[in-house]
Structure formats: C-alpha cells, structure tokens
C-alpha cells in the first residue's frame, strides 16, 4: 500500500522565516493534497497538485509536485502565527485505477513564535 | 464547491451506549466515502472505506462490529460506535468521492469529537 513520509515532525519557527515541509511518497502519486489542520478540528484545503514539475501557491504558501511525481514541497514565505498548525499531506492510493483509498502523511506540526 | 456536512460536531456519551455520526455530501453524490480517526497528536488513520450499496471495508484492525458503517444513499453514510468505551474517545473525520474517480478531488467533513465518560 502506498505510504506518506513528511518531514520535519515538526518545526519551530520565529515569524517572519520562510519555511519548507517536505511529503515522500512511496509510489507514484496520482494526485498529492496539502491541508492544514489545528488538532481535534477539521481539515482545510490548500492545495491539490497532479501533474509533475506543478506548482501552485496561495497568498503565502507555496506547493511543488517533483517532476517525477513522488515527492512535494509545501514552502511559506514570511510566516505568520496564523500559520500555525498541522500541515498534512493526503494523496489517492494506487490500489485500483479510481484510487480505492485516500491516505494521509503523519503530519508536520508547525509552531510561530511572535 | 463540493460540500460535505458531519453532525455531531462534538458529542458525549456514557460507557455502553451507542454513538451516530453522519455524513452528508451536500451538493455531489458521494460514490465513496471514508472514515478516519485521529488519535492524540497523531496522523488521521483511515478506518474504513464504504461505497454507496455494499458493505464497507474495513482497515486492519478496526472492528466492524464495533464502527458500523452504513452507506445507504448516494449523500448520505453514517459511522455508528456500538457500546462505546472510554478507549472511543476520539476525533472522527469522514470523507467523500464524486463519481469521477480521485480526479474528483476529495472534500471532508469537519469532524466529531467524540467523548465517552
């Protein structure tokens, strides 16, 4: 089955500094999904990237799918204390074509100290 | 866009009793929809994954007899705890498909926090 890898575990920051979380997957992705997430309450969408050498960004957050489709970069530029949370990264799996299963990466928990 | 609504956003119950919680797609019809859990400081770790119809498939480890799943319409599927035990306790998040395929995207819900005294 396909498996997510983020890195780092987590990751402090002062505001203002730019940042990069990472997503491995272990097979080819058809589809790679960043969300944010504050523990215990729902996920919000940022990003869907498909097709390799994609970029994509949104005010200050940045996402890149590798050309080779298996690795993503989520960047923020000039954090924010607001950008506190947990970053996860979800993609299909490739148990059929229609993607059976949907899986989640353990999550990059961010902090920004004020 | 695609919308999915879950109710109870937070719900408490006692040792024994049984707890539903539902999904809702609002404005697509949901071949497929998935439950998660999430544990304390940890990752959403897929549970089950249901199509409209047809008995979910259950992820290593889950006891379908515990979460029963049920998919009966094309908006609708409900995850219900049976007997729930303080060890429930946890955060539920469904998901939904459209008929497309993961080309669809995927929409969650906002979640239930779940407490069982």
């Known amino acids: 089955s396909q498996e997510l890898e983020q890195s780092p575990q987590s990751l402090i920051v002062q505001e203002g500094k730019n940042l990069t979380i990472n997503c491995t997957s272990s097979?080819?992705?058809?589809?790679l999904y960043w969300y944010k997430q504050k523990y215990g309450e729902g996920l919000i969408f940022l990003m869907m990237?498909?097709?390799?050498?994609e970029e994509k960004s949104h005010e200050k957050i940045t996402a890149k799918l590798d050309e080779k489709k298996q690795q993503s970069s989520l960047h923020i530029t000039a954090s924010q204390p607001s950008h506190a949370g947990i970053y996860l990264c979800?993609?299909?799996?490739?148990?059929?074509?229609?993607?059976?299963?949907?899986?989640f990466g353990p999550g990059t928990r961010l902090s920004v100290l004020p | 866009g695609a919308v999915v609504s879950q109710h109870p956003s937070r719900v408490i119950c006692k040792s024994g009793t049984s707890v539903k919680i539902e999904c809702r797609s609002l404005?697509?019809?949901?071949?497929?929809m998935f439950w998660y859990r999430q544990f304390p400081k940890k990752s959403l770790m897929l549970m089950a994954t249901?199509?409209?119809?047809?008995?979910?498939?259950?992820e290593q480890g889950v006891e379908k007899d515990k979460f029963l799943i049920n998919h009966a319409s094309l908006t609708l599927s409900t995850l219900t705890v049976t007997s729930a035990h303080p060890e429930d306790s946890s955060f539920y998040i469904c998901?939904?498909?459209?008929?497309?395929?993961?080309?669809?995207?995927?929409?969650f819900g906002s979640g239930t926090r779940l407490t069982v005294v």
């Open positions: 998901s939904a498909r459209g008929y497309m395929g993961f080309r669809d995207g995927y929409t």
């Open positions: 097979k080819t992705l058809y589809g």
């Open positions: 990237l498909q097709k390799g050498g």
């Open positions: 979800g993609a299909p799996s490739v148990r059929d074509n229609y993607g059976q299963n949907f899986v």
């Open positions: 404005d697509f019809q949901a071949t497929t």
């Open positions: 249901s199509n409209e119809g047809s008995k979910a498939t259950y």
